[in-house]
């Protein structure tokens, strides 16, 4: 089946430090990958569409220049947390799909900000 | 754009027990509509999706049923277990327009002894 890598799974940083995240799609080639945000309890908030070789694609209200999307090949995509601070605390999940495939989720990576 | 609502928001059933939950979507032109099952802290996990051209779909326990005419979809659990026990989110998708899903905002069951 469809496998999609995350890293890291946990990250506490200070506040003001860029932290980077990885989506890898292991086994297929991945047309476009997603960014979501998820808090506690909550459903999960798209971020971000990203297809490989273009610029995202961001959702209302998500700061591009905050949230660096980078997908340089079919099987990666990096998110960039840039000056992060305690509010972007938070779980944030990768998924990737081949087209008219199902999306396939990362682990996820536990964001902590102090 | 296409708008997911789903309900319950909790859901509690006993060892054995069904559990129903219910979707409606607002777009006619969505065609794809997955479920999900995210146990805390982890991946949402596709458990059982279903195309509109297709009334209902059964995978042991797991059943999905869409009514295309009311817009609405179910996921039906039977003989349910307390590895049941997680989040469950409906989405909704026009494959042929649209690059994201559009999920409801997830079902907590609660399977007890």
């Known amino acids: 089946g469809a496998v999609v890598s995350q890293h890291p799974s946990w990250v506490i940083c200070k506040s003001g430090t860029s932290v980077k995240i990885e989506c890898r799609s292991l086994?297929?080639?991945?047309?476009?990958m997603f960014w979501y945000r998820q808090f506690p309890k909550q459903s999960l908030m798209l971020m971000a569409t990203s297809n490989e070789g273009s610029k995202a694609t961001y959702e209302q209200g998500v700061e591009k220049d905050k949230f660096l999307i980078n997908h340089a090949s079919l099987t990666l995509s990096t998110l960039t947390v840039t000056s992060a601070h305690p509010e972007d605390s938070s779980f944030y999940i990768c998924s990737a799909r081949r087209r008219e495939q199902p999306q396939h989720f990362g682990d996820g990576t536990r964001l902590s900000i102090l | 754009g296409e708008n997911v609502e789903q309900h319950p928001s909790t859901l509690s059933v006993q060892e054995g027990d069904s559990a129903v939950i219910k979707c409606t979507y607002s777009d006619s032109a969505s065609n794809y509509f997955p479920w999900y099952k995210q146990e805390l802290g982890k991946r949402p996990q596709l458990i059982i999706d279903?195309?509109?051209?297709?009334g209902e779909k059964k995978d042991q326990r797991i059943a999905v049923t869409l009514n295309k005419t009311a817009k609405h979809f179910s996921l039906h659990i039977t003989e349910t277990q307390p590895e049941d026990s997680a989040v469950y989110f409906c989405a909704a998708i026009d494959t042929g327009t649209a690059s994201k899903l559009t999920f409801g905002t997830g079902t907590r069951l609660q399977v007890t002894l």
């Open positions: 279903i195309r509109s051209n297709v």
């Open positions: 086994d297929f080639q991945a047309t476009t």
